[in-house]
């Protein structure tokens, strides 16, 4: 990784097939070899994969797998289309669009909250390109009036529309995304305030992710879901229905937990990773 004057390290960017009617480039990190292991950071103003994941995606890779760790279309250091709404479809289509140009057939994905909505959209859409599924209290599991009565999420809104902006901003915007706000550092926000400030009005509006709650069933790979029991983002009982809707799941729930398990609890779950991916 090549640093820069960018927030983040600027990793690799590849060319993908014209998603809203261009072409796109996606950045992304790359590390470590043998099967590969896509991780797919949530929504949120300034989010980036190497954000989210900075803390994980180093030891999946030391374990003897090739850790990619995109930016979805519209975050990060990848291309922002100004366009009205960005919806499931539009990300689903970012990483297929990655995973062809990177001649990747078949993959696990490892997804948190929108991330996990993608990861799910892509298991369904192109079964045969998923081997396995790692979700961290994924969306697309609840109506869009649930998602925004969640405090969290309720909180992030009121915030966009104040018209505030900057660091101060940020740490207000993410002030319930951790149990413990002291995990909430001053590196974080300095590295996702000036990616926000780039962002169109779409990834900072409501995002068109369907329920897929009743197609839970048709997913037929294995899959590992982990959330957090204090989640003030995506409601809890989605563990129970990620348990009883997929063929062959477990699911932890992780006490004085939040929507980011692979940060407050990282070396715990990048070991639960590992061994799924070994032996799951």
Request: proline share 6%.
């Amino acid at each position: 990784m090549n640093s820069t004057a960018t927030p983040i390290p600027v990793g690799h960017y590849a060319d993908i097939a014209p998603v809203a009617g261009e072409i796109q480039r996606i950045h992304y990190h790359d590390m470590g070899e043998g099967e590969a292991v896509v991780f797919l950071h949530g929504a949120g103003a300034g989010a980036s994969g190497y954000s989210n994941f900075k803390g994980n995606f180093p030891a999946v890779a030391a374990a003897g797998f090739r850790a990619i760790v995109p930016d979805l279309l519209g975050f990060g250091l990848s291309s922002k289309p100004d366009i009205p709404q960005y919806d499931l479809d539009f990300f689903v289509a970012g990483v297929k669009g990655l995973l062809d140009a990177l001649r990747l057939d078949r993959v696990t994905l490892l997804g948190n909250s929108l991330g996990g909505a993608v990861a799910l959209g892509l298991a369904l859409a192109c079964p045969e390109r998923v081997s396995r599924l790692i979700l961290m209290a994924p969306g697309g599991v609840e109506d869009l009036d649930t998602y925004l009565a969640m405090p969290g999420i309720a909180n992030m809104f009121s915030v966009y529309q104040s018209g505030r902006s900057g660091p101060d901003a940020m740490r207000e915007v993410m002030r319930l995304q951790l149990f413990d706000p002291a995990l909430l550092t001053d590196e974080i926000i300095a590295e996702r305030a000036p990616i926000a400030a780039l962002q169109t009005q779409a990834a900072r509006s409501v995002l068109k992710v369907p329920d897929m709650t009743e197609r839970l069933g048709q997913i037929g790979c294995p899959v590992l879901g982990f959330w957090g029991v204090n989640d003030q983002f995506n409601p809890v009982q989605g563990a129970m229905k990620l348990a009883t809707g997929v063929p062959d799941a477990r699911v932890v729930l992780v006490n004085r937990c939040g929507h980011w398990v692979q940060v407050e609890h990282r070396e715990w779950f990048n070991q639960q990773c590992i061994d799924f991916l070994h032996h799951g």
